[in-house]
């Protein structure tokens, strides 16, 4: 007789894998982190603006609906909605961005009456910070849920909203990587993908997701092929790290280095101020780095 057979997509709790990835991370969550990035975080739309229009198009927000957008950062989502005319919550844990946020709203000349700014964590009591069961048509958190209990993250927006519900999340490990990356270091089937685990988590809650995906493209530069390929390597060690043993790791950043050393070219924006207000260096990859975001939404009755 064959032995019978569990699927591990109902055996693993997906929520619990989750919590054991983070906490192999190097950095915990961290608003000072976040405050430090806000200097140079950008606020207007320009060169991401066919992410935010890919995320509100899929987000299908109707004319008149309330939004809690959480994890705001310097208002991507929250700026271009008020401007719409939808009443915001913006929520995040980061002065710096917040502060970024509000500026660029007084600047646009956005009424201050659409916009309510929260400053919370993703583990707060967000009840009593005014964010209660239903108090928005739809919650999003886009690019935002770095969390240690992603099912707890996942619940509460949920909760939040009355009708949708809308996230964003990296198809890697971490935004900061790309496939290339993880080819050239030999760990491309090694080190997962963070949406799949929203999708699990969600699909083992009875809740079936909208997935679409969002691609972006992002160049970085540097002064010298050395610094390239500290950098480089470093991302890959620090989203590999304790995920796969030291010997190994320490070969995957040497492929890094090598490939880094072969795809580093002149960069001919160099010296141009880019998106983020910075002076592009005199380096940069061949070919940008390719982000895919995979877009989640669902029901927010879907739980009931
Ligand atoms: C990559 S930014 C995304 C900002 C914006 N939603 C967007 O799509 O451009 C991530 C944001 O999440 C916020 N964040 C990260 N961890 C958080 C936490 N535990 N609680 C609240 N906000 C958090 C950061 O401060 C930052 O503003």
């Not at 950095?27 to 207007?44: I, Y």
């Not at 915001?88 to 500026?103: C, P, T, Y």
């Not at 070219?265 to 940069?284: F, I, L």
Request: aromatic residues 8%.
């Amino acid at each position: 007789m064959t032995e019978p057979f569990e699927p591990k997509l109902v055996t693993t709790d997906w929520n619990e894998e989750w919590k054991a990835m983070q906490a192999a991370r190097k950095h915990p969550d961290d608003p000072t982190e976040w405050n430090a990035r806000a200097k140079t975080f950008p606020t207007s739309h320009g060169p991401q603006s066919t992410y935010v229009d890919r995320f509100l198009q899929l987000a299908g927000i109707r004319p008149g609906e309330t939004v809690f957008d959480m994890g705001c950062g310097t208002g991507a989502l929250a700026t271009p909605l008020a401007e719409a005319g939808h009443h915001v919550i913006a929520a995040d844990f980061s002065s710096g961005m917040l502060e970024k946020m509000r500026a660029e709203q007084g600047r646009r000349g956005i009424n201050p009456n659409l916009v309510r700014i929260v400053q919370m964590s993703w583990s707060d009591d967000w009840a009593a910070h005014g964010v209660t069961d239903g108090c928005a048509d739809v919650a999003v958190a886009s690019r935002s849920i770095a969390t240690f209990d992603l099912k707890d993250s996942l619940l509460r927006l949920t909760r939040a909203a009355r009708r949708r519900v809308c996230i964003t999340l990296p198809c890697s490990v971490s935004p900061r990587i790309d496939a290339r990356l993880l080819r050239a270091a030999g760990l491309q089937r090694r080190l997962g993908s963070d949406f799949v685990y929203a999708f699990n988590i969600l699909a083992a809650e009875g809740v079936a997701p909208e997935v679409a995906y969002i691609p972006s493209k992002r160049y970085e530069s540097f002064d010298s092929l050395a610094e390239a390929q500290d950098s480089l390597a470093d991302i890959v060690r620090s989203a590999a790290r304790n995920r796969v043993d030291a010997p190994e790791l320490d070969r995957a950043c040497e492929r890094v280095r090598a490939w880094v050393a072969d795809n580093l070219v002149e960069n001919p924006r160099a010296g141009e101020v880019d998106h983020h207000g910075v002076e592009q260096k005199r380096y940069r990859l061949r070919e940008s780095r390719q982000i895919t975001w995979a877009f989640l939404a669902w029901d927010a009755q879907a739980l009931d």
